[in-house]
C-alpha cells in the first residue's frame, strides 16, 4: 500500500532522517515515534505530498485512498457538526437543504424535491448519515449538536467533527496525528475499541503509550537520522529499543578496544625498522575500518526527590448541598463530597458532566449558588489546567522563575527538571512574556512539583507533554505524600495513580473504592480490549 525507499530530509540544515525505509501494508497498524522535533510531522507532509524529499521516494497504491487527520483544524464555514462528519460537498449539503424544506413544507412532489433526492442517493446519503451520527454520538456529541452549525464549538470539537468524517469515509490508509488529544477518556475508550475493527491501515502519531498498546503491531522510529523498524505494540518497542542500545553500545566499545590495540602496536613500532611492513598493514587496517557512531543514550525520565508538602488533617476538602447552574442548566443539586487525606482520585465520566466543574468548585475558582465548600485548617491547595497559569513573574527566565519557586533548589536541577518537560538548552532562558499556552502549562506543572501544596487539583496534567515528560510527571505523583484529584483521558496515568475513580454523570456521583481496571469492572465499561460501553 505505501512503500518509502531511501528517503531523505534536511530541515534547517539539519538532517532529519537519511536513506529510510518504510513499508505500510494493507490493513497493518504502524506507530511513528521519536522525539519533538525528530521529523514525525515532515515525514507524514512527505507521504501526503505536501512536501519534496532530498532523495528518495514515496510510493503509494494507485488505488488506495488516504485520509489524514491533522493536529488542528482550519476555522470552520456555514457547515453543521452533522455536514462535517457526513464528508459533504457543497452539492449534496444544498440537496438536503431542499430535501429538508420540502418535507417540511409537505411538497415532495415538486420536481426540485426530487432533482435534490436524485444527488442524495448518487451520494450514497442514506447510508451516510446514520453512520455519522453514531460516530457523532460515540465521540461525544449529544444528538441536538448534530446540525448546530460548526463554529460555534471550540477548536477540539471541530477536531472530533473532522475525524468522524475521516471514519465515515473509511480511507485505506487513515494517517492520525495526536488523534487523543482533543478527546475525553469515554470517546477515548470509544476510538481504541472502534478503530480495533477497522478495516484500513492505520498510521499514527501519538503520545498515548497505552491507546498505541491496545491498536498498534509495528512501530517505526526516527532516531539518529535513521527510520528503524519494530515489531509488536510501543510497550514491545521500549524494551527492543533498550536491548538495541545495549548492543550498540557493546559494538561501539568492541571497535574501540580493536582501534586502540591496533594503534598502541602503531605507536610502539612505528620507529622500529623491522616492524615497517607490520606497521604500514596495521596503518591500512586502521583507514578500513568504518567507524561506528557513538551511540546516543535514549531519553530517561528524570528522577528527582520532590519537597514532601505539609501534612493536612484528616478531612482535606468538603462540600455540602452544593447547587450549580449555569443559566437553566443545572449541573448539581445538593452534591455532597468530601476529599480525605492521602486520596488519589481520578472524575470520569460523559463530556459535559461536570468534571471541569466540579474540580473548579474545589479549587474555588467557581462560584455556586448555594452550599458549602469547607477546606481543613491545614489544607494547602493547589489548582493546575492547562487553560490557567498560575501568577508568573513575566520578566524572569523559565530558568529563573523555577529557582524561585524551589526553594534551595540547585541549578543543575531545575535544569534537569525543566529538560524531562520539553524545556531545552536555551529554552531555559527564554523569558516568561515570549512563552506559548502550551509552554506557560508545563512551566506552570513544574512549579507545583518542586513546591507542591498538599491538595492537588490537576485537570488534564499531560496534554501539551510527550510520552517521556508523561512518565516524569507519573513517578513525582507517584512519590508525592499529598492528596490529589485529577481529570485525565490518559489511560496509562490513571491506571498508574488513581486508587478511587469517582464517576460524573448528569450531576450524580457514584464513587468506586479502586482504581481504572475496577472501576470497569464495576460499570460493565470497556477499555478498548473487549467489552461493552454504552
Known amino acids: 500500500m505505501l512503500t518509502i525507499r531511501k528517503l531523505t530530509k534536511a530541515l534547517g540544515g539539519r538532517t532529519l532522517f537519511e536513506d529510510a525505509d518504510m513499508t505500510i501494508n494493507w490493513g497493518e497498524r504502524v506507530a511513528l515515534v521519536g522525539p519533538n522535533g525528530a521529523g514525525k510531522s515532515t515525514l507524514f507532509k512527505l507521504i501526503l505530498g505536501e512536501d519534496d524529499a532530498d532523495t528518495g521516494s514515496v510510493e503509494r497504491d494507485d488505488y488506495a485512498i488516504t485520509g489524514y487527520l491533522a493536529q488542528e483544524a482550519g476555522d470552520p464555514g456555514d457547515e453543521t457538526i452533522l455536514e462535517i462528519a457526513i464528508g459533504i460537498t457543497p452539492e449534496l449539503a444544498k440537496a438536503i437543504r431542499l430535501m ?5 413544507a409537505g411538497t415532495t412532489d415538486d420536481a426540485d424535491y426530487h432533482k435534490a433526492q436524485d444527488t442524495f442517493d448518487a451520494a450514497n446519503g442514506y447510508q451516510l448519515e446514520p453512520k455519522a451520527k453514531k460516530i457523532l454520538a460515540g465521540l461525544g456529541y449529544s444528538a441536538d449538536a448534530f446540525d448546530k452549525p460548526a463554529r460555534e464549538f471550540s477548536g477540539g470539537w471541530i477536531m472530533r467533527a473532522h475525524l468522524a468524517k475521516l471514519l465515515v469515509m473509511e480511507p485505506d490508509l487513515l494517517m492520525l496525528d495526536e488523534p487523543t488529544n482533543h478527546l475525553d477518556l469515554m470517546a477515548l475508550i470509544w476510538l481504541q475499541r472502534y478503530l480495533s475493527n477497522y478495516p484500513g491501515a492505520l498510521l499514527m502519531i501519538s503520545h498515548d503509550r497505552d491507546f498505541m498498546d491496545g491498536l498498534i503491531e509495528t512501530v517505526y522510529e526516527i532516531d539518529e537520522e535513521k527510520l528503524i523498524s519494530y515489531t509488536g505494540n510501543y510497550s514491545s518497542y521500549t524494551e ?16 574501540q578496544k580493536e582501534i586502540e590495540r591496533v594503534q598502541e602496536f602503531i605507536d610502539r613500532f612505528r620507529s622500529v625498522t623491522s616492524k615497517a611492513s ?5 596503518v591500512k587496517q586502521l583507514e578500513k575500518i568504518k567507524r561506528l557512531p557513538k551511540p546516543i543514550k535514549p531519553r530517561k525520565v528524570f528522577k528527582f526527590n520532590f519537597p514532601q508538602p505539609q501534612r493536612s488533617n484528616q478531612k482535606v476538602i468538603q462540600l455540602e448541598k452544593i447547587h450549580k447552574a449555569y443559566g437553566d442548566k443545572v449541573i448539581y443539586e445538593s452534591l455532597d463530597l ?19 466543574t466540579l474540580l473548579k468548585i474545589l479549587a474555588g475558582e467557581l462560584e455556586f449558588e448555594s452550599g458549602e465548600r469547607d477546606c481543613g485548617y491545614n489544607t494547602k491547595l493547589g489548582y493546575y489546567s492547562q487553560h490557567r497559569t498560575q501568577a508568573m513573574n513575566e520578566a524572569n527566565t523559565v530558568l529563573e522563575e523555577v529557582m524561585a519557586s524551589g526553594g534551595d533548589m540547585r541549578e543543575d536541577e531545575a535544569r534537569s527538571i525543566l529538560g524531562s518537560f520539553l524545556f531545552r538548552r536555551a529554552d531555559v532562558h527564554k523569558k516568561i512574556r515570549v512563552l506559548s499556552g502550551g509552554e506557560k502549562s508545563r512551566l506552570n506543572l513544574v512549579k507545583f512539583l518542586v513546591n507542591p501544596p498538599n491538595l492537588l487539583l490537576m485537570d488534564e496534567p499531560t496534554t501539551h507533554l510527550d510520552i517521556i515528560s508523561i512518565e516524569a510527571l507519573l513517578q513525582a505523583l507517584k512519590h508525592y505524600d499529598g ?40 460499570s460493565g465499561l470497556d477499555d478498548g480490549r473487549g467489552a461493552v460501553i454504552a
Open 240 to 255: 527492543q529499543r533498550q536491548k538495541r542500545y545495549t548492543q550498540k553500545v557493546q559494538a561501539y566499545r568492541n571497535q
Open 278 to 282: 607490520q606497521v604500514q598493514s596495521r
Open 483 to 522: 492528596t490529589l484529584v485529577f481529570i485525565s483521558h490518559d489511560v496509562h496515568f490513571i491506571r498508574n495513580l488513581a486508587e478511587t475513580t469517582l464517576h460524573i454523570d448528569a450531576g450524580k456521583l457514584t464513587r468506586y473504592a479502586g482504581g481504572y481496571d475496577y472501576y470497569l469492572e464495576k
Open 338 to 356: 468530601t476529599i480525605e487525606r492521602g486520596d488519589r482520585m481520578v472524575l470520569v465520566g460523559p463530556n459535559g458532566a461536570g468534571k471541569s
Open 100 to 104: 429538508r424544506e420540502h418535507e417540511a
